[in-house]
């Protein structure tokens, strides 16, 4: 991954996961782009989502619970993707949700990943089940369901 901050590379360091080929980011960026966008991101007024607010503080743990009844959160991993292009980094999900904002710290722009799995060594990215970071908190895809059907903790 190129120009990644020290944080970063601290946490891949301490943690297990791995770099992704850039056709997986690709995927996703393809996928998003197929979405009605508007200036800066994924147009949420558009397509089901459901927002999850970091709080008064950085992501706490129990925070990590508030996706575990989403798409997103059906997945054991999660595939961070910084830009088109370029590799990704994959890691399990509960760490990289814990982590979150220190993975993109420094990252510009509207920031997306999604869930992932891993079969016999073969990643399989799940586009659909995006979520989009913010410093507010995440906005999480609903594909093909109400967002009344997610709840998460307050």
């Not at 410093?135 to 594909?143: A, N």
Request: glycine share 8%.
């Amino acid at each position: 991954m190129d120009r990644e901050n020290q944080s970063l590379k601290e946490w891949r360091n301490s943690h297990s996961c791995r770099i992704v080929s850039p056709e997986k980011a690709k995927q996703l960026f393809d996928y998003l782009n197929s979405l009605p966008w508007k200036t800066s991101g994924v147009d949420w007024d558009e397509i089901p989502g459901l927002h999850v607010s970091f709080g008064d503080d950085d992501p706490q743990p129990q925070w990590v619970g508030d996706f575990l009844g989403t798409p997103l959160g059906g997945h054991e991993f999660i595939m961070v993707v910084y830009a088109p292009g370029k590799e990704a980094l994959l890691a399990n999900r509960d760490e990289v949700l814990a982590d979150l904002d220190l993975l993109y710290a420094e990252a510009p722009g509207a920031r997306y990943f999604c869930g992932a799995d891993i079969n016999q060594d073969a990643v399989t990215v799940a586009v659909e089940h995006f979520a989009e970071f913010s410093d507010s908190g995440v906005i999480v895809h609903l594909p093909e369901r109400r967002r009344r059907q997610y709840r998460c903790r307050n």
